[in-house]
């Protein structure tokens, strides 16, 4: 079975300062994919960012990066310079080659005050 | 926009009621997937379409069915409505069948039962 945890429920920061939203994984599948979804006031989900098992190379695109480790199952996401638009909460989800469903975490809770 | 379609938005009913959700998926996709949004369960999935046929099932409870339309659209029937099926339902919607897939979500069908 698939579990993801994200242990940060809340955080809050001023804006122009960095967020780092920790995410740890289970799987017992060895080709996996891990996502990054955002659910802003209004409610939508809005997929922000995947990375399949093979590839650990970190990115960045923008203000956002990422940080995957197989070798501690985590996939942490960052906002670089965060500003208020980005207020909303941050899913880390996961899904396996063969499992069709995508299984997410409890999400995090990022307030940006201005 | 998503190009995700549901209905409806907000939805208001008693206890022991039947309500239908209906979800258009994204032009050109095939997979319908439904989920269950609620502060104590987070994120949670409940079934899958492929092309019309059933092909993931998650904690979906038995007064909940659904299926999905020869149009591709699809809709989850709830019955016996209690105070805990409510929640926000959100339908999402994928090109193929692969854990890869990036999931398209739509706005959601808010339901409180009363």
């Known amino acids: 079975a698939q579990k993801v945890t994200q242990a940060q429920t809340e955080i809050s920061v001023v804006e122009k300062e960095d967020v780092t939203l920790d995410c740890v994984y289970e799987t017992r599948d060895t080709t996996y994919y891990l996502f990054w979804y955002k659910q802003p006031p209004s409610g939508e989900l809005v997929f922000l960012i995947r990375r399949n098992s093979f590839d650990e190379q970190n990115e960045i695109s923008g203000r956002y990066s990422w940080n995957f480790q197989k070798s501690t199952s985590s996939f942490n996401f960052t906002i670089t310079a965060s500003q208020v638009v980005d207020s909303a909460v941050y899913f880390c989800a996961l899904s396996g080659m063969g499992d069709y469903k995508l299984s997410f975490g409890a999400g995090t809770t990022v307030t940006v005050r201005a | 926009d998503s190009g995700v379609t549901q209905t409806p938005k907000h939805l208001i009913t008693a206890t022991g009621q039947r309500v239908t959700l209906r979800c258009s998926p994204r032009?050109?996709?095939?997979?319908v997937y439904w989920y269950q949004q609620s502060l104590d369960q987070g994120l949670q999935f409940l079934i899958q379409?492929?092309?019309?046929?059933?092909?993931a099932k998650g904690n979906i409870l038995e007064r909940f069915s659904a299926q999905q339309f020869p149009d591709l659209h699809s809709e989850l029937n709830l019955s016996s409505l209690e105070l805990g099926d409510s929640a926000l339902y959100f339908c999402a919607s994928s090109v193929a069948l692969s854990g890869a897939n990036v999931l398209t979500f739509g706005a959601g069908s808010r339901l409180t039962v009363l």
């Open positions: 379409y492929y092309n019309g046929e059933e092909r």
């Open positions: 032009s050109g996709d095939l997979s």
